[in-house]
């Protein structure tokens, strides 16, 4: 069964599109990421633009993290007052992003950029996760402890001015370093179409020394908003978002999320961290190898002025 993509301006199988909504809302429930860095990818393996892959991806990105973030709301693990601050870098990352987008989509490089900053981020932040989840589980495997360490407590971080307490994570921390993880990730969201959690919960747990069990359901939470906004301004400005498209990856993909949650309640942290690790190596070696690769066609036309 096959619809058509007004925006897209070609016809899909619907089943694949369910089915790519429902995994990375089930991903996204999971791991506590937004999933736009799967569903862009995977979209424009399916040959959908890149231009209309990342502005749909982040509309994508919106339902399953508010799927999620109410059921970790539910469970006592968000950090409101955390994810606010957060919001307020991501909302100001976010609009300088959509200015580099809609540059970058005027100078006619805006694909290759999205495809190397995909590969760059995707396989640094991947290689470092497994080999850090890889050694934990190591150390649990020979009964070896973790190295203890106070939440909220950095060599660096927790030195920098303007502290604030955050009573459900229990820490006392700078905004400072609050807002700039907010707003980097807020320009990764406008010009890759990503929710962020894949960099933003490694930062928070690694840099930022949050407990883990509010990472998630804050990142999701700052997520939202976030995508949103994009979004919305994409459509605007842009005019790159098929709502055809959107509809069908957000219904799979709320539904996805619920059981993602469930299952992840189930994994160890180290566990969650190593599986994420490896999907997120395997979308960024999949990228970098279409980068390289003779491509079927490798011709094109280019309409030029007389």
């Known amino acids: ?163 604030m307490r955050f009573k459900k994570s229990k820490i006392f921390l700078s905004v400072i370093p609050v807002v700039a993880l907010g707003f980097g990730i807020g320009i990764l969201t406008s010009v890759m179409g990503v929710g962020g959690g894949f960099i933003m919960v490694p930062a928070m747990i690694y840099l930022l020394r949050i407990p883990t069990n509010v990472v998630v359901g804050t990142s999701l939470f700052q997520i939202i908003f976030v995508t949103a906004y994009t979004t919305v301004v994409q459509a605007a400005t842009n005019f790159s978002v098929d709502i055809v498209l959107a509809f069908f990856l957000m219904i799979a993909g709320v539904i996805g999320a619920q059981y993602g949650v469930r299952v992840g309640q189930k994994l160890r942290g180290e566990q969650l961290r190593a599986l994420l690790g490896l999907l997120v190596l395997a979308v960024g070696l999949r990228l970098a190898v279409a980068l390289v690769v003779t491509p079927a066609d490798v011709y094109s036309v280019v309409m030029g002025a007389n």
């Open 1 to 163: 069964m096959t619809i058509y993509l007004p925006i897209a301006e070609l016809s899909v199988n619907i089943f694949i599109i369910l089915g790519m909504g429902a995994a990375v809302g089930f991903l996204s429930g999971m791991f506590g990421v937004g999933g736009g860095f799967l569903i862009t990818p995977l979209l424009i393996f399916y040959n959908i633009p890149p231009v209309v892959a990342v502005a749909t991806g982040a509309n994508q990105v919106v339902a399953s993290s508010i799927s999620g973030a109410i059921t970790h709301f539910r469970r006592g693990s968000l950090d409101l007052k955390l994810g606010t601050v957060l919001l307020i870098g991501g909302l100001t990352g976010a609009t300088i992003g959509i200015w580099i987008f809609s540059l970058l989509r005027r100078i006619g490089q805006l694909d290759l950029i999205i495809s190397l900053l995909y590969v760059v981020f995707l396989g640094t932040v991947g290689g470092l996760m497994l080999v850090e989840s890889v050694s934990a589980m190591r150390r649990a495997a020979k009964n070896v402890p973790p190295t203890p360490r106070r939440p909220g407590h950095h060599h660096w971080v927790h030195k920098l001015p303007l502290k």
